[in-house]
């Protein structure tokens, strides 16, 4: 089995992929459940199951993806990567990565819509970067 993450050529009794760690599951339409890969029908609702659809992952080029995260970069910060991008270019860093679980989240987004709930998230993530970034 290939991981749609990495794509990595896992066997096919595989819980988790030995390329990136990822779990292998399979989302029931019906009822949200994850279910196991090996599952042909959900564990909470019987619904039949459909295999995940592969994905290959995108290697997007440094201009693509400072346009996809710029709303969410202080302006300075911005400025400041494109103009030492031909040092940082390729390179690997650590960094500091913060989590935040938002409780009722999927609740929230049923009752909402997927849209209303982006729209919200958006607003989120906008205080969250500009109070880590201070």
């Keep these: ?20 760690g990822r779990r292998f599951e399979i989302i029931c339409p019906s009822c949200g459940t994850n279910n196991p890969t090996v599952n042909k029908f959900c564990d909470e ?3 039949k199951l459909s295999q995940p659809i592969q994905q290959v992952p995108n290697d997007f080029k440094l201009d693509v993806k400072i346009a996809k ?13 494109l103009s030492q991008r031909d040092r940082i270019e ?32 958006d607003q989120v993530y906008e205080i969250l970067i500009n109070k880590v970034h201070d």
Aim: hydrophobic residues 35%; glycine residues 12%.
């Design 45 to 47: 609702c019987g619904s």
């Design 90 to 121: 390729g390179e690997r860093r650590q960094v500091t990565v913060m989590f935040c679980d938002m409780a009722g989240f999927t609740p929230l987004t049923a009752l909402l819509g997927i849209e209303e709930a982006y729209s919200i998230m």
């Design 69 to 81: 995260i710029q709303k969410y970069l202080p302006e300075g910060l911005t400025k400041k990567i």
């Design 1 to 20: 089995m290939k991981c749609p993450g990495c794509q990595f050529d896992n066997r096919e009794s595989a819980k988790f992929c030995g390329g990136c």
